[in-house]
Nanobody, 121 residues
Framework: QVQLEESGGGLVLAGGSLRLSCTASRGNLSNYGLAWFRQAPGKEREFVATVSWTGVSTDYADSVKGRFTISRDNAKNTLYLQMNNLKPEDKAMYYC??????????????WGQGTQVTVSS
């Protein structure tokens, strides 16, 4: 069974940057679509970004387009999310997921435990 672990979250000022990482302690991420989702307190989990297994195709939520970049390094079995120009509304727990690439959370089979991102104004 695949086990995913996120890292890189933290507290940052609005306008700042963070880089999230997601590694697989067990399993191989190379052949699967990967994604980032986030969930703020009192809100539903929402799609952030996805990348195909080749890394060629990506898609983003409108709210993060132009600010966030998803990428993967299959040789390192790692997924990344570069977040620039962070806004207070980006504050959430961020989760990585493995499965079919896309924006629907129910197409992903494995999830990490999450890493907290807090943006202060």
């Amino acid at each position: 069974q695949v086990q995913l672990e996120e890292s890189g979250g933290g507290l940052v000022l609005a306008g700042g940057s963070l880089r999230l990482s997601c590694t697989a302690s067990r399993g191989n991420l190379s052949n699967y679509g990967l994604a980032w989702f986030r969930q703020a307190p009192g809100k539903e989990r929402e799609f952030v970004a996805t990348v195909s297994w080749t890394g060629v195709s990506t898609d983003y939520a409108d709210s993060v387009k132009g600010r966030f970049t998803i990428s993967r390094d299959n040789a390192k079995n790692t997924l990344y999310l570069q977040m620039n120009n962070l806004k207070p509304e980006d504050k959430a727990m961020y989760y990585c997921a493995e499965g079919a690439a896309g924006s629907r959370y129910d197409t992903y089979d494995y999830w990490g435990q999450g890493t907290q991102v807090t943006v202060s104004s």
